[in-house]
């Protein structure tokens, strides 16, 4: 069962990388600056992803604190395709996203720091 889980979980981190090659088809339409920020972005976005595959992968984090993150991550998404909805990302909507996943992302290692030594994590 545990395995068909993180299967299931790898397989939506998989799929959110989908979300990603849409804002490069997207980026034609955008300001230099722009593209920038949303190469930073995809850069933190696959960060992310892979951190709670590998998480999964070797353990360090439970099936269900991984279903937390992907949800949190995909709540992100989904504010990042509405910021992106008119083909531009202002300033306050680039701080937001970058902070999001930035946050995200530590959280990540913490709970699998947290995980791998007993500890409780951060819940």
């Given amino acids: 069962m ?25 980026s034609n339409r955008t300001l230099p600056s722009d593209r920038q920020a949303i190469a930073q972005i995809q850069q933190l976005d696959q960060e992310v992803r892979t951190k709670i595959a590998r998480g999964l992968d070797r353990e360090m984090i439970s099936t269900t604190e991984a279903m937390r993150m992907l949800n949190e991550y995909q709540r992100i998404q989904q504010r990042e395709r509405q910021y992106l909805a008119n083909g531009r990302l202002n300033n306050r909507e680039t701080r937001d996203l970058m902070y999001d996943l930035e ?6 290692t913490v709970d699998s720091y947290d ?9």
């Fill in 2 to 26: 545990k395995k068909t889980l993180i299967l299931f979980a790898l397989y939506v981190v998989a799929s959110l990388g989908v979300s990603a090659q849409s804002m490069n088809a997207r």
């Fill in 103 to 108: 946050t995200l992302s530590r959280r990540i």
């Fill in 115 to 123: 995980d791998r030594s007993g500890r409780v994590g951060r819940r």
